[in-house]
T-cell receptor, first 117, second 115 residues
Framework: AQSVTQLDSQVPVFEEAPVELRCNYSSSVSVYLFWYVQYPNQGLQLLLKYLSGSTLVESINGFEAEFNKSQTSFHLRKPSVHISDTAEYFCAVSDPLGSGGYQKVTFGTGTKLQVIP | DAGVTQSPTHLIKTRGQQVTLRCSPKSGHDTVSWYQQALGQGPQFIFQYYEEEERQRGNFPDRFSGHQFPNYSSELNVNALLLGDSALYLC??????????????FGQGTRLTVV
């Protein structure tokens, strides 16, 4: 069974400061890893994903995450946050080798990022 | 491209009633998954439909059932509603053909309140 742990439920950070949102996962097989962002009263939007290849993946709005297999982590970072980054961030894992194609996504409990002006 | 659309956006039901939520997948997608997101929690997988059949199911009781139509749209039905069923219900679509494209596109969700 897969699981995702996001240890920080809330992370306050000042505008233009760097931030790291932590994510650890457990899985007995190889995984695909995702970060989703959820703004208030909205659905989930994919921020970035790791499927294979380079362990460092980037989003178009300055976020990046690094897949670390030995530490089973996929932490999300941004060197300088903006007010508009205030949202809840979910780390998620999916098993690419299951039968039937696309598999279910297992989510963490989320981290609320609050950017302080 | 309209993306994933869900209806209704909000719904209030009474305990014991039944509810049906609807989802239209993103154009070109043939697989629909449903998730329940309780307040302050991450989304929990309910089930996945492909080729009009339930392919996988999470840890939800039989009160939760679904259907997929030939046009790939889907319904989630919940019978005998409990207060604990109050949540945001999210639909996600994906494609079985493009197996390397494992990104799930989510709708805006249906906020169900059981009173």
């Amino acid at each position: 069974a897969q699981s995702v742990t996001q240890l920080d439920s809330q992370v306050p950070v000042f505008e233009e400061a760097p931030v790291e949102l932590r994510c650890n996962y457990s899985s007995s097989v190889s995984v695909y890893l995702f970060w989703y962002v959820q703004y208030p009263n909205q659905g989930l939007q994919l921020l970035l994903k790791y499927l294979s290849g380079s362990t460092l993946v980037e989003s178009i709005n300055g976020f990046e995450a690094e897949f670390n297999k030995s530490q089973t982590s996929f932490h999300l970072r941004k060197p300088s946050v903006h007010i508009s980054d205030t949202a809840e961030y979910f780390c998620a894992v999916s098993d690419p080798l299951g039968s039937g194609g696309y598999q279910k996504v297992t989510f963490g409990t989320g981290t609320k990022l609050q950017v302080i002006p | 491209d309209a993306g994933v659309t869900q209806s209704p956006t909000h719904l209030i039901k009474t305990r014991g009633q039944q509810v049906t939520l609807r989802c239209s997948p993103k154009s070109g997608h043939d697989t629909v998954s449903w998730y329940q997101q309780a307040l302050g929690q991450g989304p929990q997988f309910i089930f996945q439909y492909y080729e009009e059949e339930e392919r996988q199911r999470g840890n939800f009781p039989d009160r939760f059932s679904g259907h997929q139509f030939p046009n790939y749209s889907s319904e989630l039905n919940v019978n005998a509603l409990l207060l604990g069923d109050s949540a945001l219900y999210l639909c996600a679509s994906s494609s079985q053909v493009e197996r390397r494209n494992t990104e799930a596109f989510f709708g805006q969700g249906t906020r169900l309140t059981v009173v």
